[in-house]
């Protein structure tokens, strides 16, 4: 974040900043920055703009308490224009809406794709501490294994009606499931594309 270099002169001091929630995707809402809204958010970890018909910098949820925490900050090809992916904290909107254009941002999937990278890094970068490492350390055999073990285990808990045990089991599975697709070096994309071909039959 510290590199951001904007065209300011190209875009009369003021650059449109798009708001993205880290973990759902979904473009939250959109503002204007200039350097000294930029310089405020990078200091403060949360999203200020420059508001047009203030006349000053605002931080978002200054008022309501609805801030948008900062993750990573981005600049386009152009350097015109910032992406800023932000975890927010409540509704977005004024209105009492998630986003500013009246979507749900209740997904969570693309955390997903969080959790493959980190463990991509532990099979490529071992630690003696890290769990995930010890099963790339055991071999293929072991890691297929513990996918079996957790798919009794969800069965099992199916059968209950005890919600959280459940949804414990089912997130063992899918990372244990993740890891097993690592360890083959394949992709979930590669997944998703099997899925992707039986739908359009």
């Given at each position: ?18 708001i ?15 350097q000294?809204a ?20 605002w931080t ?9 925490k ?11 224009t ?13 209105t ?8 749900s ?10 959790l ?11 630690s003696?501490?890290?769990?995930t ?33 459940f ?5 063992d599975l ?9 360890a ?18």
């Open positions: 974040m510290e590199n951001i270099n904007i065209d300011f002169e190209k875009v009369n001091g003021l650059v449109p900043a798009i993205q929630d880290e973990f759902s995707k979904e473009v939250l809402m959109m503002g204007y920055m200039n000294e930029i310089d405020e958010s990078i200091k403060s970890g949360k999203v200020t703009f420059f508001s047009r018909t203030k006349g000053r910098l978002k949820g200054e008022t309501s308490g609805n801030f948008l900062i993750k990573n900050i981005e600049v386009d090809c152009d350097q015109d910032l992406l800023i992916t932000v975890n927010p904290i409540g509704p977005v909107c004024h009492g809406n998630d986003t500013c254009f009246a979507h941002n209740k997904g969570k999937t693309y955390f997903i794709d969080q493959r990278k980190v463990i991509k890094e532990r099979k490529e970068n071992p003696d501490k890290s769990y490492t010890s099963l790339f350390n055991a071999g293929i055999n072991k890691v297929a294994q513990k996918v079996g073990e957790e798919a009794v285990e969800i069965v099992i808990e199916a059968k209950d009606d005890d919600k959280e045990l949804m414990g089991e089912a997130a899918l990372y244990h499931y993740l890891v097993l697709l690592e083959k070096n394949y992709e979930l994309d590669e997944v998703m594309e099997v899925l992707i071909k039986r739908h359009k039959k």
